[in-house]
């Protein structure tokens, strides 16, 4: 079995993390009262998705290596541009006073599996590589627990300040990283 050195496997465990970060970032401004309890919450769905993901790609790649790979930046762009819409529409609907409705678990799931997608695609990779895939199963959960926390936490101190905006922000940043799966991925 090949092995990947330590330093590439945290290099890919934060490259797949960072999309879950943005999302936990715009997900904690708009939070009405956003805890460490509930940031660790939402750091946990996105690590253990987010983990489970390259497992499922991984397996995959050794059954039908293209047939991931051929959707996943579609299934990516609808999941992150309907929450991200929903987010956006939210925010232009309320008063700028009003605070932002509660966050639904259908929601969190749903946006770490968008932004998990790009973790199944290098999962179906790794199984042409033969490397370790639970340890860096492991490493990419861990990652994105860690960031996807302390989005949630920072967003939450940017949406005191920015309220709506943030919030507004958050939609159209996964609207745009939606897009930007889709584009790679049309262009590669």
Same mark, same amino acid.
Do not use: K
């Given at each position: 079995?090949?092995?990947?050195?330590?330093?590439?496997?945290?290099?890919?465990? @934060?490259?797949?993390?960072?999309?879950?970060?943005?999302?936990? @970032?715009?997900?904690?401004?708009?939070?009405?009262?956003?805890?460490?309890?509930?940031?660790?919450?939402?750091?946990?769905?996105?690590? /253990?998705?987010?983990? /489970?993901?390259? +497992?499922?790609? =991984?397996?995959?790649? *050794?059954?039908?290596?293209?047939?991931?790979?051929?959707?996943?930046? =579609?299934?990516?762009?609808?999941?992150?541009?309907? &929450?991200?819409?929903?987010? @956006?529409?939210?925010?232009?609907?309320?008063?700028?006073?009003?605070?932002?409705?509660?966050?639904?678990? =259908?929601?969190? @799931?749903?946006?770490?599996?968008?932004?998990?997608?790009?973790?199944?695609? &290098?999962?179906?990779? *790794?199984?042409?590589?033969? +490397?370790?895939? =639970?340890? /860096?199963?492991?490493?990419?959960?861990?990652?994105?627990?860690?960031?996807?926390?302390?989005?949630? *936490?920072?967003?939450?101190?940017?949406?005191?300040?920015?309220?709506?905006?943030?919030?507004?922000?958050?939609? +159209?940043?996964? #609207? /745009?990283?939606? #897009?930007?799966?889709?584009?790679?991925?049309?262009?590669?």
């Amino acid at each position: 079995m090949e092995r990947m050195s330590p330093t590439a496997i945290a290099v890919l465990a @934060l490259s797949m993390s960072v999309d879950a970060f943005a999302a936990a @970032l715009g997900r904690g401004a708009t939070a009405e009262r956003a805890r460490l309890g509930d940031a660790m919450r939402t750091g946990l769905v996105f690590g /253990i998705v987010e983990a /489970i993901t390259p +497992v499922v790609g =991984w397996g995959a790649g *050794l059954l039908a290596a293209g047939a991931i790979a051929s959707i996943d930046h =579609w299934i990516a762009f609808g999941l992150l541009s309907l &929450v991200g819409g929903r987010m @956006l529409l939210q925010a232009l609907r309320r008063d700028e006073d009003e605070v932002p409705a509660g966050r639904s678990s =259908w929601m969190l @799931l749903a946006t770490a599996v968008g932004t998990s997608l790009d973790a199944m695609a &290098v999962g179906v990779s *790794l199984a042409f590589l033969e +490397v370790n895939i =639970w340890i /860096i199963a492991a490493a990419i959960g861990g990652a994105t627990f860690c960031l996807a926390t302390g989005g949630m *936490l920072a967003g939450r101190l940017l949406g005191r300040r920015f309220g709506r905006r943030a919030e507004m922000l958050g939609g +159209v940043a996964l #609207v /745009i990283l939606g #897009v930007s799966i889709l584009v790679e991925h049309l262009s590669a």
